[in-house]
């Protein structure tokens, strides 16, 4: 099918390539080699710190990253490697990835199949490689020890920006989250609980934006062009992201841009792990209110805009980013097919009110070892249990990802970005992801070229559903 993200040579391009044609193998031998781009170091330091969470609260004991909860957005250009520099001052190991980046499988890290984790007092240098522009994520990869160190704060937004960003007035970051809080404002400490673990994850009872008690308030001119990079560093909640009084354009989805287009009744879903960037344009007169509302209930505001001061002049209409270098089309025809199928879980009651299985049930039908989540019949379960395939480096693959459990699901693939197929692989839509939501009882197929030589994970982004079993991989051979 044709395909709307398609990549067009430029003039400037033809024309080089056409001089180095004429040119003949010489031509090449003459050219200088392209200077080493220098790497620079970030440094992020992770420390237990007590501090409240809330106004007025008692202090909670949170994972501070450079002392930030969360952790400071990183900003790099792409194609600028950074030498990541982790120092773990806590008291327990951890592991940290790039959620969504296309690099090298090495910086990975992720424990049991590319690394190893970072123990106390431990420094760990990672070198990242930056081949795609968009918005991103750093997240704990350390299995049995995601739920907790993601809900005390680590974790962070991870920038890459383009060569030539778009001209908008304010490039803004919203990380949000959901904590769990006592009625005294605490942060509840029980992250080993096995009913969150076997169900829809841990929701906590208090939106966080950028670290703060929601919402965080935003005042810009009239007229103003806001480009807004939503993340999730939710453990578990699904938030339905509602734009209200604002003019809202998604020009990308989980990093990777897309054509422009305006979201269905104002609305975009984000899942833990999941990004969107989002161009919106604030009301054109001064003293006027737009929102950004996680639409549960009658909606909770996360971001609040208000316009003051002199109008800006009228912006042109929002164009397309400048897409990465993503496959045109992909060969079905020719792909390697293969399934991940995801059965376990608690069951539902089978009658309204009536109780969840005691720990000593859920021990006699799951174990102790805290394993709630089985995939492919446990051939594929965790790191060390066998790929879910083994493909050579450019083939087309097709993932068929059968949910069985009586729970949502959210999946994501490590090391490459795909296509959700229509129902009878006659076509894609038309966008790039790297995390997708499986409602309970329902199968998606999606696809993509397995282009990065590597070990790859592919897990659900629940933390509490990773802990729990929720990991396996595949993995590309030259």
């Known amino acids: 099918m044709p395909d709307r993200l398609a990549f067009q040579p430029s003039r400037r391009g033809l024309i080089l390539g056409s001089l180095s044609l004429a040119a003949g193998p010489g031509f090449a031998q003459t050219q200088q080699p392209a200077a080493p781009v220098p790497v620079r170091e970030v440094k992020l330091t992770l420390q237990a710190v007590k501090r409240p969470i809330g106004p007025g609260a008692p202090s909670s004991e949170l994972f501070l990253v450079n002392g930030s909860f969360p952790g400071p957005v990183i900003r790099v250009k792409k194609g600028e490697p950074i030498d990541l520099r982790i120092e773990n001052s806590l008291t327990q190991p951890t592991a940290l990835h790039i959620h969504g980046l296309r690099g090298a499988n090495s910086a990975e890290d992720v424990p049991g199949l590319t690394g190893a984790p970072i123990a106390p007092g431990e420094t760990r240098t990672i070198r990242v490689e930056t081949p795609d522009a968009g918005t991103f994520t750093y997240v704990p990869v350390l299995p049995g020890k995601v739920s907790e160190q993601l809900e005390r704060g680590l974790g962070g937004v991870f920038v890459v920006e383009e060569a030539a960003p778009p001209a908008v007035d304010h490039d803004h970051v919203l990380a ?4 769990r809080l006592d ?3 605490v942060l509840v400490a029980d992250f080993g609980n096995r009913l969150d673990a076997g169900r829809s994850g841990r929701l906590g009872n208090q939106l966080l934006a950028n670290g703060v008690f929601a919402p965080e308030m935003m005042t810009v001119r009239p007229g103003a062009r806001i480009r807004l990079r939503l993340a999730s560093l939710a453990n578990a909640r699904i938030m339905p992201m509602k734009f209200e009084n604002v003019k809202a354009t998604v020009v990308a989805l989980d990093g990777q841009p897309c054509d422009p287009f305006d ?11 999941s990004r969107y960037d989002v161009m919106l344009d604030a009301p054109a007169e001064a003293g006027q209110d737009g929102r950004v509302l996680v639409a549960l209930g009658t909606g909770l505001a996360v971001l609040k805009i208000r316009t003051e001061g002199e109008p800006l002049p009228a912006r042109a209409p929002v164009v397309s980013l400048p897409f990465n270098d993503v496959p045109p089309a992909i060969r079905l025809q020719n792909s390697v097919r293969t399934e991940l199928l995801i059965t376990g879980g608690i069951d539902r009651p089978a009658q309204q009110g009536a109780p969840w299985p005691s720990a000593a049930e859920l021990d006699r039908k799951f174990g102790k070892d805290g394993r709630f989540w089985t995939l ?3 051939v594929s379960n965790g790191f060390s249990g066998k790929p879910i395939a083994t493909v050579k480096k450019g083939s087309p693959v097709v993932i068929a990802l059968v949910n069985r459990t009586q729970w949502s699901q959210i999946v994501t693939v490590q090391g490459h970005v795909f296509r959700l197929l229509h ?5 894609w839509e038309p966008y790039f992801l790297d995390t997708i ?3 309970e009882g329902t199968t998606s197929r999606i696809a993509f070229d ?3 030589v590597g070990k790859w994970a592919i897990r659900s982004t629940v933390a509490e559903h990773y802990d729990s079993g929720f990991y396996s991989w595949f993995e590309v051979v030259p």
């Open 263 to 273: 979201p269905l009744k104002r609305t975009v879903v984000l899942l833990p792990g």
């Open 450 to 452: 397995a282009v990065n």
């Open 437 to 439: 939501h499986l409602p």
């Open 183 to 185: 009625d005294k404002g």
């Open 176 to 179: 949000l989250d959901d904590v």
């Open 423 to 427: 129902p009878l692989d006659d076509g």
């Open 376 to 378: 492919n019949t446990g």
